[in-house]
């Protein structure tokens, strides 16, 4: 076989070109499962192509394994899949297409092995490789794909604007694959992006986070954001993070471009962690920037208050990006607002008391908030970038002494709000929340010991000053 294949992948696909025979009808292995391969990538997705009907041929290869794998079809789509050992094993029928403008969904008519070849969105993801008698095994491929996988090169088949006007989602798998195998676009299939960026809008919200989301998880996310943003996709899908690009300049005072920043932070991160949620919280943790910027006469550009703002954008963004809208949200939320926190810390005021707030505040999520604080340190200052790394790993230092004594992390203060409701006969009312926090404080700025009769005592004296006293 031109792939490098394992002995159970030989075996099916023997099994697969027998049910072929038995149809008597030709079928290969077509696309990303062959790219893959050559390119020594994992891979358990098997597309094959028959030409004929590809659910037939589904079922006659289901019924020559034991036991026989379930047969899942979608007759409108004329596809099948089965599942054998770790392969997830897609069939369809050859076929020939042409699309309506406003959708992506094409008219199907049954077509030759090349007719599929031709209309399938890269070059390297059209290539075949045989399962039949006469040339079992062999690399088919018309359109020089083995050739653009060596050059690392992303090129349509067809003319570019015919492939990405046909299906736009094509643009966002290009900049995908760019991204994720670090491989260029050549130029007209560039172009062709350029030219049909604005069809965009007939793809999915659900199928456009898919893509980004792939590109987070890239080993350098930073290529392919960067390419959405050349290309101009990302002024359509993601109009809030155009806003951080570019850097104004005021009294010979300039701020740095808090896109291209963002960037080399969601790079930084992206070698410390492979977590989706993380890479959300690097990509967003200046998304409030835009919003609070001003100039302040004598000093330069601020930001303030962008942590906060950017918390706020949070949720809405989830909410435009389909994301999930529960813990992860939340997660994303924290970290954007507590982001500035550990490096505000200066040698001065690393108290005990702002040392324990933090972990008060970060809880479980403090490791994921000290990788993002780490990855946010992008000064071409080296001095300064010496500066806040020592600063960084002293309050790393001290947080885990801290929490070696105090066990902040998951820590709930003695007195609940309700044991306040009761003890003074109050219904849920802000008075209860501002007892609760005051106690809170007290504790965790080491005025008042972590105990239940100081943190008792303390109560009562603060709800004397609100003209409370105990019911009972
Ligand atoms: N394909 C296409 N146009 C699309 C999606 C897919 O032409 N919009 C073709 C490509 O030939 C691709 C194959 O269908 O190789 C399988 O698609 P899919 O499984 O989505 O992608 P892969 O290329 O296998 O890559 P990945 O699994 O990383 O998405």
């Not at 020559?64 to 007759?75: A, D, I, T």
């Not at 659900?206 to 996310?221: A, C, G, Q, V, Y």
């Not at 960067?226 to 300039?254: N, R, T, V």
Request: hydrophobic fraction near 40%; include cysteine.
């Amino acid at each position: 076989m031109f792939i490098d294949c394992s002995e159970k992948e030989r075996f099916i696909f023997a099994k697969i070109a027998h049910a072929a025979a038995q149809l008597e009808t030709e079928c290969y292995i077509i696309g990303g499962f062959v790219r893959d391969k050559i390119l020594g990538r994992e891979t358990a997705d098997v597309d094959i192509v028959c030409l004929g009907d590809g659910i037939e041929l589904a079922h006659a290869t289901a019924r020559l394994f034991h036991p026989q794998p379930r047969v899942s079809f979608f007759k409108n789509f004329g596809t099948a899949h089965i599942k054998v050992d770790d392969l997830d094993i897609e069939f369809v029928g050859a076929r020939k297409e042409s699309y309506r403008y406003h959708s992506r969904k094409p008219e199907v008519t049954p077509g030759t092995l090349e007719d599929d070849q031709q209309r399938r969105d890269f070059t390297i993801n059209a290539l075949a490789i045989s399962l039949n008698p006469n040339n079992y095994g062999a690399l088919i491929d018309p359109f020089e794909g083995i050739q653009a996988l060596e050059a690392k090169m992303i090129r349509t088949p067809l003319d570019p604007d015919q492939t990405f006007s046909d299906d736009p989602l094509r643009m966002m798998r290009a900049i995908r694959f760019a991204s994720q195998l670090r491989f260029f676009i050549e130029e007209h299939t560039w172009q062709g992006i350029q030219n049909n960026i604005e069809r965009i809008h007939i793809i999915s919200q659900e199928r456009i986070t898919d893509e980004l989301n792939k590109i987070l998880l890239s080993k350098k996310p930073s290529v392919g954001l960067d390419l959405l943003y050349q290309s101009g996709l990302l002024h359509i899908i993601f109009p809030q993070m155009i806003d951080l690009a570019g850097a104004e300049y005021k009294d010979g005072m300039g701020h740095k471009d808090n896109f291209y920043h963002t960037l080399q932070v969601v790079d930084n991160i992206a070698e410390n962690t492979d977590d989706l949620w993380l890479r959300w919280a690097a990509l967003l943790h200046d998304i409030g920037k835009p919003a609070t910027k001003r100039f302040e006469e004598g000093h330069g550009w601020t930001f303030h208050g962008h942590e906060v703002v950017g918390g706020r954008m949070v949720p809405k963004i989830f909410a435009r990006f389909r994301l999930p809208m529960d813990h992860k949200m939340r997660f994303v939320k924290k970290l954007v607002e507590l982001h500035l926190r550990p490096i505000s810390l200066t040698k001065e005021n690393i108290t005990d008391s702002a040392i324990r707030r933090l972990l008060f505040d970060a809880g479980d999520d403090i490791d994921a908030l000290m990788t993002l604080c780490k990855a946010d340190i992008t000064s071409k200052n080296k001095q300064k970038v010496k500066r806040y790394l020592d600063n960084f790993e002293m309050v790393r230092y001290r947080l885990e002494a801290v929490e070696e004594s105090d066990r902040i992390r998951n820590w709930q203060p003695p007195v609940t709000g309700e044991m306040i409701m009761e003890i003074f006969g109050l219904p849920p009312c802000k008075q209860v929340g501002d007892i609760k926090n005051a106690i809170r404080d007290a504790i965790l700025d080491g005025e008042i010991e972590n105990n239940y009769d100081a943190a008792y005592d303390f109560m009562l004296k603060t709800a004397k000053a609100f003209n409370l006293e105990p019911v009972k």
